[in-house]
């Protein structure tokens, strides 16, 4: 009995240990994706970076620096939806800027098929 106890002891705190070296990983969160869904990205981002740099009529930036994007990802059935979104920078803080155009550009959605790998729809924020 005594070395039933001992044992279960000994098996409790290794769990817990691997569960705290676990919780520290670099590599906690890590998410997946298919080869298929990174070409989907890839081809998310190029469409991006090919716009990268132009400004609108008004001289606005249509796209800014990648540096100053979040990217999110959406699986929907064959479709991945690839959304940039821009930080706020310093001149949107100051003048309150909400929306989905900051000082470094707007914030689009590009739907890429899983199956055709090609750009089925792009949006953009107001």
Same mark, same amino acid.
């Given at each position: 009995? !005594?070395?039933? #106890?001992?044992? *279960?002891? #000994?098996?409790?705190?290794?769990?817990?240990?691997?569960?705290?070296?676990?919780?520290?990983?670099?590599? !906690?969160?890590?998410?997946?994706?298919?080869?298929?869904? $990174?070409?989907? *990205?890839?081809?998310? =981002?190029?469409?991006?970076?090919?716009?990268?740099?132009?400004?609108?009529? !008004?001289?606005?930036? #249509?796209?800014? %620096? =990648?540096?100053?994007?979040?990217?999110?990802?959406?699986?929907?059935? %064959? &479709? *991945?939806?690839?959304?940039?979104?821009?930080?706020?920078?310093?001149? %949107?803080?100051?003048?309150?800027?909400?929306?989905?155009?900051?000082?470094?550009?707007? $914030?689009?959605?590009?739907? &890429?098929? =899983?199956?055709? =790998? !090609?750009?089925?729809?792009?949006?953009?924020?107001?």
């Amino acid at each position: 009995m !005594k070395s039933t #106890v001992t044992s *279960l002891f #000994v098996v409790f705190s290794l769990g817990i240990q691997a569960t705290a070296r676990a919780q520290e990983s670099p590599w !906690k969160g890590m998410i997946t994706i298919s080869g298929r869904e $990174a070409r989907a *990205l890839a081809i998310a =981002l190029r469409e991006f970076e090919k716009h990268q740099g132009t400004r609108t009529e !008004k001289g606005e930036p #249509v796209y800014g %620096d =990648l540096r100053h994007y979040d990217m999110e990802l959406r699986r929907r059935g %064959d &479709v *991945l939806e690839v959304g940039f979104s821009p930080e706020s920078g310093p001149v %949107d803080r100051k003048e309150g800027t909400v929306g989905g155009r900051t000082q470094y550009g707007i $914030a689009t959605t590009c739907e &890429v098929s =899983l199956k055709t =790998l !090609k750009i089925v729809r792009q949006t953009f924020a107001r």
